[in-house]
């Protein structure tokens, strides 16, 4: 404990006078400084790392927010911002020496808008929750984690989230317009605007997964799209992942871009199908799941073109949902992939990298390499259509070596991705888990400048400090460690 | 001449000194230093600001883009860089004590990718081009401003430029995966890539729109968009500016995304329909252009709803395109409005200030008693899907105090703009031309945020100085200036 933020400086805080001061703003009941009470907020989804902060505020208005920052930015203490913390990549882990900000309280959804199709929420509104909001009016919130039922849309700007549809409707940044918050200082700051463009530097795409280090999020307005008359999924099944995954390729290149476009491997169903029972064949190797949504004859056209390219790229067999309700079923099946990955091991570790499509079917074959290398089984869950790979390492954190082991699967997971022309993180961030192999995926140089950016909207270094830019000092350490290894 | 940029620290450059350095990278014929051969560079699109820079250059390979910044670098010349020079802010106006680094000899299209849909090309193809070389396998680059014959893809980057077709297909920040370029000091870099995010700040998005302030770009990845089966345009007239602008609000309110929704003014239409001979009504106050575009369904569909709309927000009569000629000359007389606009008046500023969608009428009013004020004719031109206002203000620089005038009219309108909860610019940049209204938009700390932002790419300060980012004191002295006039 209080050694996971190497990359962090040291900070000297004295938690009774910070408890003291904080209690001058908040009433009691939003302020917590006992370990018990501290230990809910020790970790985020990425359980492997954890701290105890000195203290939790958990405000309700800006007035608050600004307050405590002003206050912090003053002692100099350390503030780590959070909303469901469904965060798989530890961004927001408490800092051992600072305050953990809670926007727990920020769920109001202020305003949803049918004409302009925007919806005004606080940061602690579930993703879920905005659709549901703006569905009386045919439309919804597109983005859609797997985690939507509790992750919140102060959490996916931080970090940019994605979902099964965004290769047809975009990431968080592609539907987000405007953003305002606090500075550490505790500025105000809008980031964007309800315009298509702005004067000055583009800072709203800056801030959308910039991991909670620019700036306090206290308010989205997020841009709404109208639901598609209908959606069909086609289940297509194959005998080899290599298939599979060449089939992912074979669609784009026919000019489709499926609503989505998504891939799992024979254990990633074996795990799903007890627990959600989709209906997925448990034979095959892998199979897709690649919608079509539109008007009737939209998608009635498209499903007919993405069963020729699926038969064609050598599908064993393929199923269309009949129905809506079909169609739901085969969906929760790939949404419920983690939680039902987490009931067959006792730990695991979710992996983000991103690759170009055409190099899907080599990742897999390496994995399964990389499997036996290290002794661990590993399920494998895509976003194909994007290139955006999980694979859930899975280990048990009680057999001595097997985290290590695990850790290094996925830095091999990693590095290959950015061999393979990809990135280390496709949307889950990079917080404490990456950190390392950002000095992999970037140079001194551009490291140093993400670091003056950091700078420029907070000088002091106090928000959220220690994740995502690794330190000179790191860098230098693992170009050390490869070159002797090479 | 030369006191053009007084936002710009001074450099003591030795022009001979400069040419001798650069003659030993390029070949003669590739460097200019006589004001004879500057003078073809003195100005972009905004023909009423004009620099002659101490030299120009003008090179074909990376290498030697490389080689003349690290020069630059050393000897501390500020650098200029610049495309086809059809930007309308000055933001490619040269700097009368630097160098004006040409890439127009980057020209080349590297590789059309109709499987990706993406196309890789030099900064310095025009825009047109690339849909040309994407016409073969039914793709085009959606973005697609009036100046697209002329204007290059490294400016539309460098701009964020937009076009007729934004308000559906995005403006080049949603049309751009990738950038590659130099520093000022020279260091290669990568903005961005194939995959739908990465790690990291995200820096494309910051690229887009920097008016050649953080980097020297190279080479550019555009996304390529199906060709759509049938696109058709209504044209909407109508007996008052005030209808026609609530009519777009009203378009969208009923739940359309046209593929292009754009005004005209009378006006605009007079100078026009000589010049193109697009077959507008010259009675009308004011034309509206909705486009649709899919297959032939969608499009039957949408026209109907559109017309539904337009009929009951009181256009006095519709006329829907018969067929493609007629579709391209339609969009032909909206296309050349600025040149056409430029046949009737010695003199034209262009503003380009954004607007709620649904205060457009207002802005109309008020430009109008503007027009009466400043004893000078506007005709508006604008992408009112979007709210990009495009007045043109027609003077003529050889009747004294006619600038000053036009450049009051062009502030008032843009000061306005802001007021009414839009922004200064939609697409056409800050350049020099609106440095004094970023301190109506920006605090002084938004501003300091953007200055450190493009320290941490150009320390030394060298790239574009003076541009898009006004100094501290033109923003003291604009409040004082304004606090005197409240």
Redesign the interface.
Known sequence: MGDRLPDSPDFAVDQAALLAALGRILPPGRVYGEPEDLRPYECDGLTAYRNLPLAVALPETEAEVQAILQLCHRLQVPVVPRGAATGLSGGAMPHHQGLLLSLAKFKKILKVDP???TALVQPGVRNLAVSEAAAPYNLYYAPDPSSQIACTIGGNVSE?S?GVH??KY??T??NVLQVRGY?MAG?P?TFG??????????????L???EGMLAVITEVLVKLT?KPQVAKVVLAYFDSVTKAGNAV?EV??A?IIPAGLEMMDKPATHAVEPYVKAGYDLDAEAVLLCESDG?P??VE?EIAAMRAVLEKSGATSLRVSANEAERLRFWAGRKAAFPAVGRITPDYLCMDG???RKRVAEMLTAIAAMEKKYGLRCANVFHAG???LHPLIMYDANQPGELERATAFGAEILELSVAL???????H??GVE?ITQ?CA??TP??L??????K???DPAGLLNPGK??PTPARCREYRQTRGEQA
Chains 1, 2 share one sequence.
């Not at 140093?448 to 950016?453: D, L, P, S, V, Y």
């Open positions: 004409v302009a199709r940019n994605g965004c290769l975009g990431l940044v592609h500075t500025e700051v605007s309800a315009a298509l463009d702005a004067p000055g530097f583009d800072l709203l795409a800056l959308n997964g910039s109208p390729a784009i290149a000019g008007t004859e939209e056209e991103t690759i170009p994007d290139g955006n022309g990809g990135s280390i993180t496709g949307e961030g990079v990456k950002m995926q970037f140089e551009e140093a400048r993400f670091e003056g950016i700078q420029s909207f995502a830019i």
